[in-house]
């Protein structure tokens, strides 16, 4: 089977596996996971809190960026918004997902109805994880770099993400200020996934966060 259709039934399996809470109960354990895990991952001192609107607020003091979120109840309809702290708050962008009454290719909908996934597992390899979880999480090919306020080349901003928890996911590396924790992480990550997709496991939020 051509690697580039393997990749994309990994791609699937990936969200499937690691992004995809359902529950409103499962949703709230993932993002309470997820902001836990930062402080330890950013060598930050802040947790993430909540507002008056009942958002989430995520500050990275060691780069003074702030994003925000909603309680994320349809995957298909969120905004994150990204901010940057100085004298006062300034919006830099907002990632902005709209209902899926507007068309996107269908990739989902293509894989499932051709139903190779079990050929696609024989070839299953550390390659093929890592080529995936490169362009998903840690080195989108479509990205926006930041060069003002904020000048960190080595932070790739994706574009095109539409699942939210990836997104997320996405930021969490991309804002960690170490190296080798990235590094480390991608390791870790290639092989969580890898057993995963293997047996067909759902990640549940503790193990993604390590």
Known sequence: MDNNIVQAYF?????RLGFSPTSDKE?????????????????IE???TKNESNSIIIFHSNINLQYKFNHISNVDNYEIELYYL???LELMWTHDVDSHSYFSFPENSLLNKYNKLRRAKRSLSIHHIEKVLNGL???PAIHQHIQSPIDEHEIRIGGGIY????????????????NEKRNEEKRRLVKLFEEAIKNDRNIPPNELFG
């Open 163 to 178: 699942n939210p928890f990836v997104y997320l996911f996405h930021l969490r590396f991309q804002l960690c200020p170490s």
């Open 137 to 139: 999480i840690i080195h």
């Open 11 to 15: 791609w699937n399996e990936i969200i």
């Open 27 to 43: 949703k709230k354990v993932w993002l309470y996971l997820y902001g836990k895990s930062l402080k330890e991952f950013w060598e």
């Open 46 to 48: 802040e947790y993430p």
């Open 86 to 88: 100085s004298d006062s």
